[in-house]
């Protein structure tokens, strides 16, 4: 929530199949214009057709259980091919979607993620250009997916706001080649 409330967003979805969470939040602290949903995020996206500006999929569980090895008891079926493509498909033209992961070592949830939200754009026929800048701190990474190409010269937004805010780039597309001059 706060992510969005610090970008102004005009309106919020939080979507958790837990209602047990719904006693800790507080009405009046989630504001208005927040719509909070107790169903699983595929279930969501499958029952709308609204189109959001940033979905914001957040890690959960311990970091211990990842690094143990248990992470595969409850995996998420967000995190498939498929999943990726129903949080791809309810973008906005101009959306963008960060989707946490823990950053365990010998990395392998990251790539994983990568590596699957590549699939997805390959069979969108979406170009290799657009924008996948994974950032990383505190134990976790969280790739940025462009729903459009995005200038080089905007790339450094969320680099340097990722300093900013103590996370590392961990990569980003290349600045673009000079122009050769005219002839």
Not at 60 to 70: E, F, I, K, Q, T
Not at 123 to 152: D, K, Q
């Amino acid at each position: 929530i706060h992510p969005a409330r610090a970008s102004a967003a005009s309106s919020i979805t939080v979507v958790d199949p837990d209602r047990r969470i719904d006693p800790l939040l507080d009405p009046d602290a989630l504001g208005p214009e927040t719509e909070r949903v107790a169903t699983g995020a595929r279930a969501f996206l499958h029952a709308t057709d609204r189109r959001y500006d940033r979905i914001l999929v957040a890690e959960m569980g311990s970091l211990h259980g990842a690094a143990g090895g248990m992470a595969s008891a409850g995996v998420s079926y967000m995190f498939t091919v498929e999943g990726m493509a129903d949080l791809w498909g309810a973008l906005a033209p101009d959306g963008i979607l960060a989707v946490t992961r823990w950053a365990i070592q010998p990395p392998r949830e990251i790539p994983r993620l990568l590596a699957t939200v590549r699939d997805v754009l390959d069979a969108e026929g979406v170009a290799a250009g657009t924008p996948v800048t994974p950032l990383g701190g505190l134990g976790a990474a969280t790739p940025l997916v462009s729903r459009r190409s995005v200038p080089p010269q905007q790339v450094s937004a969320p680099v340097t706001s990722a300093a900013e805010r103590s996370f590392d780039h961990v990569w980003a597309p290349p600045p673009p080649a000079p122009l050769p001059p005219p002839p």
